[in-house]
């Protein structure tokens, strides 16, 4: 035979008291989860290579007989940075913020546009947590430069070197990068809410 405790004895309220403790670590857990808004972007950018133009890449100046085209200093892995970072933060592109029409931009040292972007995206309460690149470039051979993109980038945006990485491969001379044409970049971001 069981015997039944009334609803004010210890048995019961050890029960309630382990119920509702699990109650409040389950609550707990879900407004962590809630509070912790992770968020991932990723950004594409490719521009023309011509002769007459500086090569900017990384917020550096290479050495190369052509630079990139376009209406900033077409700085393209600055760019793809900073279309992963808008991505992330559903902010639109980096067209829509610094569109090509605008007088104001033209020939922009790029890294004041990632500074701007990074603005934004903290204004709307993210930090960045890490980001990872890559360029796409026959040439110039890029491994000896990255140390010095990295740290420029990592200045610009006020992180740790170790939240950027940066990589350089080229397509087996295949396509417009491989025929020397073009150079693209490629970066995925993490942000997380501050």
């Given at each position: 035979?069981?015997?039944?405790?009334?609803?004010?004895?210890?048995?019961?309220?050890?029960v309630?008291?382990i119920?509702?403790?699990?109650f409040?670590e389950?609550?707990?857990?879900?407004?962590a989860k809630n509070?912790?808004?992770?968020?991932t972007?990723?950004?594409?950018?490719?521009?023309?290579?011509?002769?007459?133009?500086?090569?900017?890449?990384?917020?550096?100046?290479?050495?190369?007989?052509?630079?990139?085209?376009?209406?900033?200093?077409?700085?393209?892995l600055?760019?793809?940075?900073?279309?992963?970072?808008?991505?992330?933060?559903?902010?639109?592109?980096i067209?829509?913020?610094?569109?090509d029409t605008?007088?104001?931009?033209?020939?922009?040292?790029?890294?004041?546009?990632?500074?701007k972007?990074?603005?934004l995206?903290?204004?709307?309460?993210?930090?960045?947590?890490n980001?990872?690149a890559?360029?796409?470039?026959?040439?110039?051979?890029?491994?000896?430069?990255?140390?010095a993109?990295?740290?420029?980038?990592?200045?610009?945006?006020?992180?740790?070197?170790?939240?950027?990485?940066?990589?350089?491969?080229?397509?087996?001379?295949?396509?417009?990068?491989?025929?020397?044409?073009?150079?693209?970049?490629y970066?995925?971001?993490?942000?997380?809410?501050?």
């Amino acid at each position: 035979m069981v015997q039944r405790s009334g609803y004010g004895s210890g048995v019961s309220l050890q029960v309630l008291l382990i119920v509702h403790r699990q109650f409040l670590e389950i609550n707990e857990r879900k407004e962590a989860k809630n509070n912790m808004k992770i968020r991932t972007g990723l950004g594409f950018d490719v521009h023309q290579l011509v002769e007459g133009r500086e090569l900017w890449l990384g917020g550096i100046l290479l050495e190369h007989e052509k630079g990139l085209l376009g209406h900033s200093d077409a700085d393209v892995l600055i760019h793809a940075i900073c279309d992963a970072l808008l991505g992330a933060a559903n902010m639109r592109d980096i067209g829509y913020h610094f569109p090509d029409t605008a007088a104001e931009l033209k020939n922009i040292d790029s890294k004041i546009l990632l500074d701007k972007t990074v603005a934004l995206i903290r204004n709307k309460g993210y930090e960045i947590g890490n980001i990872d690149a890559t360029v796409c470039a026959e040439r110039p051979k890029l491994k000896n430069h990255i140390p010095a993109m990295q740290k420029t980038l990592a200045q610009v945006m006020k992180i740790d070197i170790d939240d950027l990485s940066i990589k350089a491969t080229t397509t087996e001379r295949l396509g417009f990068t491989g025929r020397e044409e073009g150079i693209s970049a490629y970066a995925s971001v993490l942000i997380h809410k501050i």
